[in-house]
């Protein structure tokens, strides 16, 4: 594998579930980022963990919660979703540098709540 | 968060040059320039960026004004790969690593 692997691609849930997003990077990056992805909105930065601490947590919803087990996989755990959650849930990763800081993302999970 | 004003859309036909441009009038002094683009389907993928000088890689140009209040994104030959919506991102020199996409240019390659 290489790059920013995602899984599952597809996802749907309903409201009364509990379902986990996974992401891997395979780049040996230091920072790895959850992005949210609305119908003509733009992206939305949802979480950023940098060295494996949590640096942000955008005003995210507590059904979103978020765990960094090690520098390369980052999961987002979700329970008690609504419909407006569904969305495209991008998951990124960098090398925090001075003046680099370029992000690789990968596919993406396409949730939906039903 | 800084702000960035991109038009919705353009169109372009193929193999000729593409001058994407971007305003961001609150630039700070040490504010980075990036530019993504996310193609259908697809995570956003990197581009170029750019501080104060000029930059060329092997996917495109960035073109910044001596204010820094705008900048253009350069495809020198538009292909129908270059189809996408383009990112133009301020790095914030105090937040690091957080990035705040705005909505975006939809460009269209016309064969």
């Known amino acids: 594998e290489t790059g920013v692997t995602q899984t599952p691609r597809h996802l749907v849930m309903g409201m009364t579930n509990k379902k986990s997003l996974k992401c891997e990077q395979h780049l040996g990056h230091n920072a790895m980022y959850w992005y949210k992805q609305s119908a003509k909105k733009p992206l939305e930065l949802m979480f950023v963990?940098?060295?494996?601490?949590?640096?942000e947590n955008n005003s995210v919803p507590s059904r979103f919660s978020p765990e960094c087990p090690n520098s390369s996989h980052l999961f987002l755990h979700l329970h008690t979703l609504q419909p407006e959650d569904s969305a495209l849930y991008l998951c990124a990763s960098s090398q925090v540098l001075a003046g680099a800081y370029e992000q690789y993302f990968g596919p993406g999970t396409r949730l939906t709540v039903t | 968060d800084a702000k960035t004003t991109q038009p919705n859309s353009m169109e372009s036909n193929e193999e000729e040059p593409v001058h994407l441009p971007c305003n961001h009038s609150?630039?700070?002094?040490?504010?980075?320039i990036h530019w993504y683009r996310q193609l259908p389907s697809q995570g956003p993928e990197y581009v170029i960026h750019?501080?104060?000088s000029n930059v060329n890689n092997r996917m495109a140009s960035l073109a910044i004004a001596e204010d820094r209040k705008s900048s253009t994104l350069i495809l020198h030959r538009a292909t129908l790969r270059d189809a996408a919506v383009y990112y133009c991102i301020l790095r914030e020199a105090n937040t690091g690593n957080q990035f705040y996409f705005g909505t975006g240019t939809s460009l269209t390659v016309i064969p």
């Open positions: 963990y940098s060295l494996e601490e949590r640096v």
């Open positions: 750019g501080l104060t």
């Open positions: 609150t630039i700070s002094g040490t504010d980075y």
